[in-house]
Structures are given as structure tokens and as C-alpha cells.
């Protein structure tokens, strides 16, 4: 059960697009197409951002979307703006009928 | 308006027990599995051990296997999470969630109950 792998932290400027990645293996990531990214800004629960890859729950801003080729996922988020700035975790079912996160990524706008 | 409030977190010394329970309102319980997730202090999330709708399907996360037992009472729309041995790395922020299946995601979480293990 090893975590998922996300860079520890990105940064951009309001207005750009922004790129975060996930990386697991062939029997997580890489063997289903149930990754879902979590937004948490501190001192708060965790909010769903997307699931099942690249879907938005309702409510979701259209900035957000998702991808994934082959062990890794992404998150871009577009336009970036001052509120978007939090950690950002992706989780991902798993060959075992476990859940596993990534270590979190902390986007920082600048 | 669903609500998931955790309580049952406290300070345990090392060796202890303890219990936190998830209160749900809002939704058809008995149709959710239903999930613990925990946040060490400046961590990142940690899956812990989810549970079906039936309670027919459990699973830990490894470093919680043997000591740790969740359940659910459908009748009393609480789910639970037993917590024995307790070690100090597993101090913190206990989270219930909703799970929607197949594709594992959490679409609703509580606001986290501290559990804190030190002497």
C-alpha cells in the first residue's frame, strides 16, 4: 500500500494554467479509471474535486479537470486564481479493493 | 442536507484503546459504504479502512490491520471505528466519509475528530 506519488508543491500566477500529477502503478493508477483529486485548504476537510479521472461533481468549477496516461494522473486547473491556492491529494482504487492517496501537492499562487 | 460528525477523540497514552464514532444525517445510510481517513499533524491523508453498505466487505489499510475495527449499525445511522494498541504515529485528525461505489470516491467527510497518543 505505497502512496501515490504528486510533487510536494507547484506554483503559478493568477490567470495561468497549472498541471498536477499523480503517479501510481499498473495495480492502482494504472489499472482502473477510478482516480478522484481532493482539495484541502487548511484547517478543513477535504472536498471532492473529481472522480472517476476527469468528472466534475456538481458545483465543480469547469477550471478543473482531469486526465490520465497510463500510471499517472493529472489535475490542471485553469485561470488560476487566489482561492485555488491549497493541497491537492488523488486517490485511486486500487488491485487490492483498498484506497490509496498521493502525498499531497501544496499549489502556492503567487 | 447530508451531515458526517465524528466524535470520540481524545489524548491516550500508548497501549491504549479507543472508540470514535460518525453520526450521518441526510442520506440513506444503509445504501453507503462508508470510510475512516486519517491526517497526521502537517501529513497528508491516509486511507484507513472502509466498510460496505451490509458490512459484508472490510478492509484495512496495513498499518492499522489487527488493531483497528470498523463498523456500522444501519438501524442508528453510526458508523464506528475501534481503536486498540494505539502508537504514538497514530496521532491524528480522524475522518469519516461517504463512499460511493465502485469508484471509490468521497463525496461527503466530517470536519475530523484529534486523536492524540502520547504519555
Known amino acids: 500500500q505505497s502512496a501515490l506519488t504528486q510533487p510536494a508543491s507547484v506554483s503559478g500566477s493568477p490567470g495561468q494554467s497549472i498541471t498536477l500529477s499523480c503517479t501510481g502503478t499498473r495495480s492502482d493508477v494504472g489499472g482502473y479509471n477510478y482516480v478522484s483529486w481532493y482539495q484541502q485548504h487548511p484547517g478543513k476537510a477535504p472536498k471532492l474535486m473529481i472522480y472517476?479521472?476527469?468528472k466534475r461533481p456538481s458545483g465543480i468549477s469547469n477550471r478543473f479537470s482531469g486526465s490520465k496516461s497510463g500510471n499517472t494522473a493529472s489535475l490542471t486547473i485553469s485561470g488560476l486564481q487566489a482561492e485555488d491556492e491549497a493541497d491537492y491529494y488523488c486517490s485511486s482504487y486500487t488491485r487490492s479493493s483498498t484506497l490509496v492517496f498521493g502525498g499531497g501537492t501544496k499549489l502556492t499562487v503567487l | 442536507e447530508v451531515q458526517l460528525v465524528e466524535s470520540g477523540g481524545d489524548l491516550v497514552k500508548p497501549g491504549g484503546s479507543l472508540r470514535l464514532s460518525c453520526a450521518v444525517s441526510?442520506?440513506?445510510?444503509?445504501?453507503?459504504?462508508m470510510n475512516w481517513v486519517r491526517q497526521a499533524p502537517g501529513k497528508g491523508l491516509e486511507w484507513v479502512a472502509s466498510i460496505s453498505s451490509s458490512s459484508n466487505y472490510i478492509y484495512y489499510a496495513d498499518s492499522v490491520k489487527g488493531r483497528f475495527t470498523i463498523s456500522r449499525d444501519n438501524a442508528k445511522n453510526s458508523l464506528s471505528l475501534q481503536m486498540n494498541s494505539l502508537r504514538a504515529e497514530d496521532t491524528a485528525v480522524y475522518y469519516c466519509?461517504?463512499?460511493?461505489?465502485?469508484?471509490?470516491?468521497?463525496?461527503?467527510w466530517g470536519q475530523g475528530t484529534l486523536v492524540t497518543v502520547s504519555s
Open positions: 441526510g442520506f440513506t445510510f444503509s445504501s453507503y459504504s
Open positions: 466519509a461517504r463512499e460511493v461505489v465502485p469508484q471509490a470516491y468521497f463525496d461527503y
Open positions: 472517476d479521472v476527469n
